[in-house]
Structures are given as C-alpha cells and as structure tokens.
C-alpha cells in the first residue's frame, strides 16, 4: 500500500512529462468516434468504483478461485484505461484517477501468478487466461511507458517487469510455436495465437528481449 502511495504522489509530479509518443494512434476527432463513448463509460464506472486487490499470491488465489475471474475482472479494463488515458484529446487523457485504477491492477497482477501461471492454486484450469490477461498486462503497461516513460517509480517499475519476463518465460516453455509437447498449444486456437503474439511482443519492446520478439511472429 505504501508504495502504491508513493507512486500516486510520482503521478502528480511526472504526469506532465510526456515524451510525444503513443502505442495507439490518436483518435484526432474523439466526440465524433462512435466507440469512444462506450469506452469512457466503463473508465467512469472504473473510478466511480475503484477496487481492492489483495496483493499477495495466497488472497489473491481466494479473492479470485478460477483464472477465468481474472480475465473478466482484467483483460478489458487495462487496455480500455490505459487506451483512454493516453489519448492527448480525450474526457480522460492524463486522468490521475484513471492512472490510478491502472497502477492499481498493474500491481495486483504481479502477484496473481506463481512462475508466470495464473492457473497455479486456482480451480477450473484453463491456460488460456494467461494470454488472455497478461497479453492486456503487457500491451497496457507498453502504452503507459511509451508515453510517460518516468511516471513509474523505479521499485515498483522493477516488480512489474520480473513479472512480464515470468510470464513470457512460461509461454516460451508450454505454448510457443517450436513446443510440441503441448496439443493445445500455438495454431491450435486462433485467438489464443493472437493474445501469444500481443504478450510476447509488448514483452519484447518491454523488456528490450530479441526473443521474446522473435518468438512472438
């Protein structure tokens, strides 16, 4: 919790540090996006409602019993916020509340999994959850550092990519294209080949990882 409010008060004096660049293209005419509403209602419903992760493995694993919990609970709220956050013309363009809600599952996230494996301890298995919810991890986390490269304290920057190489490790162990141990692995499943691919290269750009990158096309 105390880094997290160290990390609130890093937002208030580097948010205006932006380096120019984006992960997304800018939406020039936000009002006239017929997407854009939908989108900025979920932000608003995000900060009318913020939640409270457990940030250990052990709550984590009660607070969420089956990793398909987590997708629900994740996968759209880090790309929707962290898209919305970034747009330099949007209602949420550089909103701390939302950068906050974003922080707050960025850190969450990173205790969730045990050696990349959101599956670990939980029922109701299902590997795909991982690309599911650590692809938005990853493309999430790219977008913020793209754009504001200094908004991350250095200690809790650090936990967030060992995380992001847990998680691409694992996937390069049991789902990766050269692995033929795994049935249901790579071109099995065309959306899980696409969540692979959005994983491992943000993980790439992340981490500055020629493998990862390559493992990713």
Same mark, same amino acid.
């Given at each position: ?18 380096? $120019?660049?984006? =992960? ?6 936000? !009002? /006239? *996006? ?6 900025? %209602? ?72 045990? $050696?990349?494996? =959101? ?6 298995? !299902? /590997? *795909? ?6 692809? %938005? ?81």
């Amino acid at each position: 919790k105390a880094q997290l409010e160290d990390a609130e008060k890093h937002i208030n004096s580097d948010i205006s540090k932006d380096s $120019g660049k984006r =992960l997304f293209p800018q939406m020039i005419k936000v !009002d /006239s *996006n017929p997407y854009i509403k939908g989108l900025e %209602s979920q932000a608003a419903s995000y900060i009318a409602n913020p939640k409270v992760y457990e940030k250990s493995w052990e709550f984590g694993v009660q607070q969420f019993p089956y990793s398909k919990n987590l997708r629900s609970e994740f996968s759209n709220r880090l790309e929707t916020a962290s898209f919305l956050f970034t747009q330099n013309n949007g209602a949420y363009s550089k909103n701390e509340n939302l950068l906050k809600d974003i922080f707050n599952s960025l850190e969450a996230l990173c205790y969730y999994h045990k $050696g990349g494996n =959101l599956d670990e301890g939980r029922d109701n298995k !299902d /590997s *795909n959850m991982n690309r599911f919810v650590y692809s %938005s991890y990853n493309v999430a986390l790219l977008n913020i550092m793209t754009a504001y490269p200094d908004i991350i304290l250095p200690s809790v920057k650090q936990r967030w990519l060992n995380c992001v190489s847990d998680v691409a490790t694992y996937q390069i162990n049991t789902f990766n294209k050269y692995n033929t141990k795994n049935p249901h692995g790579a071109f099995y499943y065309a959306n899980m080949d696409s969540c692979y691919t959005a994983l491992m290269g943000a993980a790439g750009e992340i981490l500055d990882n020629d493998t990862y990158r390559e493992t990713a096309v």
